[in-house]
Each structure stands twice: as C-alpha cells, then as structure tokens.
C-alpha cells in the first residue's frame, strides 16, 4: 500500500436485498471516526460524500429479482467511480450491501487491465456470492458479485465489462453458508475457498499468507471486500445475514494486520453493516478498528473502547 491518500467514498446501496438499513452505513463509519483514525496513522483522506444512487425500492414479489434496474443502475455508477478514484489514490468504499461489488470490482478490475496488472480479490465474507440473477433463489443480487466479475452468463442488462477478474485470482476467507451450486462452480473454476472448518483445523494465517504469496509472485494487486457477516455475530450484530461461527475479533484482526505486511492492498469495500440493527454503534466502531489494521495499526496503537 504505498499510497498516502484514502479516498472515502460513501455507497448508500440499499437494494440488492429485502431487508433495509444499509443505506445508513456510509454515514456510521463516518459517525465511528473512520477519517480521523487513517489520518492519526498519517494518510490524508478525502472524502467524496455519497454516490447518488437509487435509494429505496419495493420489495419484489418473492421468486422474483429484487430491484434489477437500480441495481445495474449503481453498478454503472459505482464502477466509473472505482476506476477514476483508483488514479488518484487508495479508494475504501463505504456500504452498503455487497451488491456495490458489482460495481466497484468491475472498475478496479479496469483500472488493473488499463495499467496491466492483474487483479486478485479476497472475498472476507460468509458467503461466496457466486449466484447470478438467473440463478439466485432468494432474488438478491447482494449474493451475485463475484459470478458477474468473473464473466459468468446471466447478467443481462448489466454493463459490459472491461475486465474481468479470473476465477482462479478469487479467494474466499470465512464461507460457513455455501449454496450446492455454489460450491460446484467453486471447485470446478479453481477458486480458493477457505471455510472455517479449515480456519478451525489450520489456523487463518497459513492459507491467507499462501494467497497473499500467489498474488505477489504474480506481480498482482489486491481488492479487499470485507463484509460484516464474515465476524462472529456475537461482536458484530449489525448485518441481515448473521450466520453462527465467524471469524474472531482476534483472527480479523491478524488478517488486517497481514494484508497491511504485505503491501499488496490497493482498494477496499465495507460492506453490509446495517446500524439499524446495531448495538451502540459497536460494529461500525469494530469495522473502523479492522480498516485501522489494515492501514498500519498496531496492536500497541489500539484505543479501550467504552459503548456506555
């Protein structure tokens, strides 16, 4: 990470699933001290205020796809703003629900091709998020990034992409909750996917530090997507999909802190935290703390936090 300057870009995305409050996200990570916690740590931050997405629509009927025309509506929007921000330093994008990786993948992964370097993406997430809208039984398309970023059929209506990001640069941390479709394409495609199961039996450094080994000797670069529902929910309650059994505050953390060693790291999404369904604001503040990892924070740095 050599940049110097952050870029916050806040992405209200509301709409690639039922239930609502993400569109507050942007604004509690701003509320938690995101700006001044990377400025403490000596990068200068800018930040661009939200996107002007579609902000609410009714539900679909169930079977059907949830709000299909506002979602490639942010996409567009969201992968003109990744591919401009990333020229001009490290861009964190504020959700939101993971459906703005649709757009903010797609335009790093132009930003990549223009500058001919290939791009990696680990996926610290529940979920694979490998259904198309053809596919998805629930109808969210929150579950569908990574198919499209890989170029899978299905996506019709969507922008074209520019690049796409090969399967095998994909590696998923933290999967607890995988479609049987999923987990076919998943072994046939040659993704690396590390469920908790493996995190249980070998620790979360080896596999990642492999990872992190592939993309360097491939000259690559790496798009982080951190989505709540990759922490235990019992420290991180403010997301729709909690899933039992996530990742510790202890292993996020170490995961943080290696990506930061490693030096790889050039654009972020923080995705799925719903303050509605927060507890004081302790999982905007936690998010904070990990992107504070990410970005330099030492263990000797970390502030007592008190949600009195």
Same mark, same amino acid.
Do not use: N, W
């Given at each position: 990470?050599?940049?110097?300057?952050?870029? +916050?870009?806040?992405?209200?995305?509301?709409? @690639?699933?039922?239930?609502?409050?993400?569109?507050?996200?942007?604004?509690?990570?701003?509320? !938690?001290? +995101?700006?001044e916690t990377l400025g403490a740590l000596g990068w200068q931050t800018e930040d661009r205020g939200n996107l002007p997405g579609p902000t609410w629509v009714a539900d679909a009927p169930p079977g059907e796809v949830h709000a299909l025309d506002e979602s490639i509506a942010w996409t567009q929007i969201l992968a003109d703003a990744a591919e401009s921000a990333m020229d001009q330093g490290?861009?964190?994008?504020?959700? @939101?629900?993971? !459906?703005? $990786? +649709?757009?903010?993948? $797609? @335009?790093? /992964? !132009?930003h990549a091709a223009r500058n001919d370097r290939p791009l990696f993406v680990l996926w610290l997430d529940a979920h694979p998020d490998i259904n198309t809208p053809k596919t998805t039984a629930s109808g969210n398309l929150h579950g569908t990034p990574i198919a499209y970023v890989t170029g899978q059929d299905g996506f019709d209506g969507f922008p074209a992409l520019a690049a796409q990001v090969p399967p095998a640069n994909v590696c998923f941390i933290g999967l607890r909750s995988v479609d049987a479709p999923e987990r076919?394409?998943?072994? *046939?495609?040659?993704?690396?996917a590390i469920d908790m199961r493996q995190i249980d039996e070998r620790g979360i450094a080896a596999p990642l530090a492999a990872?992190? /080994?592939?993309? *360097? /000797?491939?000259?690559?670069?790496?798009?982080?997507?951190?989505?709540?529902?990759?922490? =235990?929910?019992?420290?991180?309650?403010?997301?729709?999909?909690t899933v039992p059994g996530g990742a510790t505050f *202890? =292993? !996020?953390?170490?995961?943080m802190e290696m990506l930061h060693d490693s030096g790889l790291v050039t654009s972020l999404d923080l995705v799925e935290l719903n303050p509605f369904l927060d507890d004081r604001g302790r999982t905007a503040s936690l998010m904070v703390d990990l992107t504070a990892s990410l970005f330099g924070r030492s263990v000797f740095d970390r502030p007592t936090h008190s949600h009195s």
């Open positions: 990470m050599s940049a110097q300057k952050c870029i +916050l870009i806040g992405a209200g995305m509301d709409c @690639g699933k039922r239930r609502r409050g993400c569109i507050m996200g942007p604004d509690a990570y701003r509320t !938690a001290g +995101l700006a490290f861009p964190i994008f504020m959700g @939101g629900d993971h !459906a703005l $990786s +649709l757009g903010t993948v $797609s @335009g790093v /992964a !132009a076919e394409f998943i072994t *046939r495609s040659g993704m690396t990872f992190l /080994a592939k993309v *360097r /000797a491939a000259g690559g670069v790496l798009h982080v997507s951190l989505d709540v529902d990759f922490l =235990e929910p019992a420290i991180a309650p403010a997301v729709g999909t *202890r =292993e !996020a953390h170490l995961v």
